[in-house]
């Protein structure tokens, strides 16, 4: 079992930058990846950002590529997700996950891969 706890949401401007945090605890070693996960308002929850644990191989969702940047040290540290040049439509609940599955690279951004998740942090953007 792993557990996550998310932090460092909050409200910024167009344009702005968060910093995202995410700490795992409980047999972190056998997570395989570890990713960040958005809901907006009235949408399904999609996948933003991957980091394969053991290696640092990342993915990125198209919509955030070049502006947000996944980054962990080892499994066992926190996980973080660097935001910069935020969008009004970066506004959503930012969620944390793990998997200690193997999964397709066509599928990591997939929300039903990550049996774990944390309940979240809001960021909002203003324009």
């Known amino acids: 079992q792993v557990q996550l706890v998310e932090s460092g949401g909050g409200s910024v401007q167009a344009g702005g930058s968060l910093r995202l945090s995410c700490a795992a605890s409980g047999t972190t070693v056998s997570t395989l990846y570890m990713g960040w996960f958005r809901q907006g308002p009235g949408k399904e929850r999609e996948g933003v950002a991957v980091?394969?644990?053991?290696?640092?191989?990342?993915y990125y969702a198209d919509s955030v590529k070049g502006r947000f940047t996944i980054s962990q040290d080892n499994p066992k540290k926190p996980l973080y997700l660097e935001m910069n040049s935020l969008k009004p439509e970066d506004t959503a609940m930012y969620y944390c996950?793990?998997?200690?599955?193997?999964?397709?690279?066509?599928?990591?951004?997939?929300?039903?891969?990550?049996?774990?998740w944390g309940k979240g942090t809001q960021v909002t953007v203003s324009s």
């Open positions: 996950a793990a998997t200690p599955y193997l999964v397709p690279l066509w599928s990591r951004l997939l929300t039903d891969k990550y049996p774990y």
């Open positions: 980091i394969a644990t053991h290696g640092g191989s990342t």
